[in-house]
């Protein structure tokens, strides 16, 4: 007996490039990230970048606090799932990612967090170790798998292309597995029962 399915809404992913340093390698990176979800129909795409985002540095309650936040929020309440992009600074992850991140709580409950890294020797993953710690507090669930650039200056050709793409592109193609999975789990999980974190 033939059964029909229902076609199944694709995972709204929001990409959060983490860097907003001058001269940043992060854009290289977010582009060859994006190429690879455009492929997909199973994912859609929208980017939070933190260099174009101008959150407030206190925690101000004022109208000009509130107006900053109300471009990048809706962004990341209406995602089912999050990539975060970022490099690593000193052993960790940059100040305005964290400060993105902290200002933002219901946002993130309840959905996956998948990390794309990058970075010289480590390749960013001290970074990715740090923020797995962050996102577990703010009731988050990170995917396993990540997409890791060690000495990236180097990887990537004057074409903004990975000189050897076929251990980037194998390890996206489980990280966004995940991702997809993930984020219909929690997705309908949230839709069923309110999540009470």
Same mark, same amino acid.
């Given at each position: 007996? !033939? ?31 994006? #190429? ?53 600074? #000193? ?7 964290? #400060? ?8 993130? !409950? ?9 970075? $010289? ?37 004057? $074409? ?16 966004? $597995? ?18 009470? $974190?």
């Amino acid at each position: 007996m !033939q059964t029909h399915t229902e076609p199944v809404e694709p995972v709204r992913v929001t990409v959060v490039v983490g860097s907003n340093r001058e001269g940043r390698f992060g854009p290289v990176v977010a582009d060859w990230l994006l #190429n690879r979800l455009e492929s997909r129909d199973d994912l859609v795409a929208e980017v939070v970048d933190v260099a174009d985002t101008a959150l407030p540095t206190t925690f101000a309650t004022d109208a000009d606090a509130k107006a900053q936040l109300a471009t990048v929020t809706p962004k990341l309440a209406s995602a089912d799932a999050f990539i975060v992009l970022t490099p690593e600074y #000193n052993h960790s992850y940059p100040a305005g990612l964290k #400060n993105l991140i902290d200002w933002h709580y219901t946002e993130w !409950q309840a959905k996956p967090v998948a990390f794309v890294s990058y970075g $010289g020797v480590s390749g960013g993953l001290r970074a990715v170790e740090h923020l797995r710690q962050v996102f577990a507090e703010l009731h988050a669930t990170t995917v396993r798998d990540t997409v890791s650039f060690h000495n990236a200056g180097a990887a990537f050709d004057e $074409g903004g292309r990975p000189r050897d793409p076929s251990g980037p592109d194998t390890a996206a193609k489980v990280m966004l $597995g995940q991702v997809v999975w993930w984020g219909r789990v929690l997705r309908e999980g949230r839709q069923a029962r309110p999540y009470g $974190g």
